[in-house]
C-alpha cells in the first residue's frame, strides 16, 4: 500500500533528504563527554555527550549554505534569585537567552539556555545551550538525548581515564543505514525505533534523558512565516508526550505545572498548541531536574541537604512543586557538593 505521506515533488523529495542529513549523528570526533556527577571518593563520574556549537554550524553551512540560514538572539535578565554558591548563600541573578534558528524559505525554531549571571562564563554557555535546543527542534543534536549516561573512572584531575566508545547507531554511516536508539517499551525491555524517546523513566521514576539539555521550544512559524497549529495528529502526540511525563516529574509536579502554564488539569483541554509545547518543554526540563535532584542527593548526607532546605525556605524534596524551587535546590546542592566546597560530612 502507498504512503500518502510520501514526498511526490521533487522538492519535497529534496527536502526530506536536507531533514534527514541534519538528524545524521556527528563524526565521532566531533563528540565530547563531559563530567556531571562524582563518587563520593571522586575515582568514578557519570559523563554525557555533546558537541561543540561550531559542529552544529558547520552542518547548517554544509546542508544549507552560510546564506540560507540565520539565527537571533534575545537576552533577559532575572535579579534577586538566591542559590548556594560555594557553601553561602547568595543573591544573584540569571541570563536568560533565546535564539531563533531560521532556515531560509522553510520554517524557524527557538530555544532557550540560561546560566547564573555571577558565572564568568555565564553568557557563552545561555547562548550556546540556546542555540543547541533550537538546532535540536530540527533534528539536528537530537540523538544526543538518547544517550545514556554511563559512570567511567576518572584521572587525577576527574577526567574521564578512557574515552567511551559511542554506541554502534551514534556512528553516522550506521545511521544512514537504518540502526537508531532502542527505546523502553514500557515491559522493562527495549526495542529498536526510528523515533526518539521523550522524557522516559528509569527505576525511580525519574527522567533517563541526558545530554544538553533539552529541547528547544518552536515559535509556530511554518514555511509561509507566518503563526500556525498542529494538525490533529501532532496535538494528539504533545498529548500522549504530555501524559507521560507525569511519571517523570511525578503526580504533584505534574499536576501543579498543567494548572499554572495550561490553566487545565489534563493537556488535551489545552487548545492553543503553543502552550501544549509550553508545558511539554518545562515538564521535561523538570524532569532534568529531578533526575539531577536523585543523582546529587545521593552524595550528600541529610543534614547537609536539610540545611539548605532551611536556608532556601524550601519544602521537602518530595514536595517541590514548582520550577523555581526546584532550580534553587537543584544548584545550590550540586553547589555543596563540588570539589571546593565546605559543608559537613
Known sequence: MSNEHAPTTPAERDLKKLLEELAVPFPPDYVRWRVTNTSNDKKRGQIVAYADPRAYTDRLNALFTPQGWTREYGVETMNNITRVKKGETVVTGKVLVTCTVTIIGLWSHSGTGEEW??????????DAQAFKRACACFGLGRY?????????????????????MLPAWAIPENWRKGLRPPVGNGNGTSVPTGA???????????SSTNGVPPN??????GANGHTGSANGADSADLD????????AVGTAFYRSILREYGRVNQPKLIRDVAIKQRVLRILESAARGFNRLDGVTKRLNQNTVATLLAKLQAPPLDAIHDM??????????????????????
Open 196 to 206: 526518539r524517546s521523550q522524557g522516559r523513566a528509569n527505576g525511580n521514576g525519574q
Open 117 to 126: 549571571a555571577d558565572d564568568d562564563n555565564g553568557m557563552t554557555a545561555a
Open 240 to 247: 500522549a508526550r504530555i501524559l507521560r511525563m507525569e511519571r
Open 216 to 221: 528547544g521550544g518552536s515559535n509556530g512559524h
Open 144 to 164: 544526543f538525548y538518547d544517550f545514556k549516561a554511563p559512570w567511567v573512572d576518572l584521572d587525577q584531575h576527574r577526567q574521564p581515564v578512557k574515552t567511551p
Open 324 to 345: 523555581k524551587t526546584l532550580e534553587n535546590v537543584v544548584f545550590g546542592l550540586e553547589e555543596l557538593a563540588s570539589p571546593n566546597a565546605h559543608h559537613a560530612a
